[in-house]
């Protein structure tokens, strides 16, 4: 924990000189005055005065950490939490890191300078180490991610169990060679779904393609780009799991423009169960994750959290999910697999 001490030797000053800054004494120079602010953001320093007035005073706004605002999931997410938010007369500042972990980080500086009252995280891009820390300025909840060393509350789905559900289908449909698309693969949420993937292979003694599996597979164009590299192969698969109902819908719109069939010649599997996926003919078979019932289950335990000060407390929540089977990977009507 950096002192005062530390911020005259960073800034160049005595300690009286930047005690005088901290407290608005007058005549200190704006020269000064800049490079005590510039030392005390470098050490995340905060004045013990300062730090106990902040502890005590409620800004009644919560921030929610994103990947990608566009995707489809994650903004029916930030709907759900806003909606729930308002129920207890609290508001969203929504943070986008792009799945870059600094800006993870630089976000969670939120709370630690108690410009909110809580974080809830959708992803986790930094090892728990790194996330620890800020504990001790308030409470973080995750919420969609998952990690086994973290000592706080999650609210999740058994993404392992979706990815398994989603190729058993298409296993249970006679398909033997399945394409695979992921995400971001240091997420949790990823790894259990590749984990699901594999198993269902395994169970069916089957076995994985390394050309079919691709990594870092996130939007509509990026699906269209999977499909034109499966449409250039001598051994095509017959199926293929994505990794979001966005990325399913890429690769039906770049099948149907190079005249691949769907799902005669190629079935196609999403995941989420947005709106897109009534809106495609052939519409999409998903995994359906109850989103709305996430969201305010994760904001019921943040508001707990806020109200009594438990932060490092380890309560898990696991919610069911579905898969629900559209044309996309059978002719026949549309069915749901709990």
Same mark, same amino acid.
């Given at each position: ?16 000189? +930047? ?62 939490? =806003? ?5 207890? #007369? ?64 999650? +609210? #999740?789905?058994?993404? =392992? ?7 058993? #289908?298409?296993?249970?449909?006679? #398909? ?76 039906? %719109? ?13 079935? +196609? ?63 026949? %009507? ?5």
């Amino acid at each position: 924990m950096a002192t005062i001490e530390d911020v005259a030797k960073l800034a160049g000053l005595s300690r009286t000189t +930047v005690s005088r800054v901290i407290n608005n004494h007058p005549y200190v120079s704006e020269a000064k005055k800049q490079l005590v602010i510039e030392a005390m953001k470098q050490l995340g320093y905060v004045p013990n005065s300062s730090a106990r007035s902040l502890r005590n005073q409620k800004t009644e706004m919560i921030a929610v950490i994103i990947p990608r605002v566009m995707n489809p999931f994650f903004g029916q997410l930030v709907e759900s939490l =806003e909606i729930a938010a308002s129920e207890y #007369h609290y508001q969203l500042i929504v943070c986008q890191t792009l799945y870059s972990a600094k800006k993870e980080l630089d976000y969670l500086n939120l709370l630690k300078t108690k410009q909110v009252d809580g974080v809830i995280l959708t992803t986790l891009l930094n090892d728990w180490k790194q996330i620890e820390p800020f504990l001790d300025y308030g409470p973080i909840v995750l919420c969609n991610e998952y990690d086994q060393k973290a000592n706080i509350p999650m +609210v #999740h789905i058994d993404q =392992e169990y979706g990815g398994y559900v989603a190729t058993t #289908h298409l296993i249970d449909q006679g #398909h033997m060679r399945i394409a695979y698309c992921c995400g971001n693969i240091k997420s949790n949420v990823t790894k259990a779904r590749e984990k699901g993937f594999r198993k269902a292979h395994s169970e069916h003694g089957l076995q994985i393609d390394p050309k079919l599996v691709f990594q870092n597979v996130f939007t509509f164009e990026d699906g269209k780009k999977v499909l034109q590299k499966l449409a250039a192969l001598d051994n095509r698969p017959t199926a293929i799991f994505t990794g979001s109902d966005e990325v399913a819908a890429g690769v039906i %719109s770049e099948a149907k423009k190079l005249g691949i069939d769907v799902p005669t010649q190629l079935a +196609v599997v999403g995941y989420d169960n947005q709106a897109i996926t009534e809106l495609l003919d052939p519409m999409i078979t998903t995994v359906h994750q109850p989103v709305k019932e996430m969201a305010h289950k994760a904001m019921n335990v943040m508001m707990n959290q806020i109200k009594y000060k438990n932060y490092k407390t380890k309560e898990v929540y696991q919610l069911p999910l579905s898969l629900i089977i559209r044309n996309s990977t059978c002719l026949k %009507s549309p069915e749901r697999l709990n």
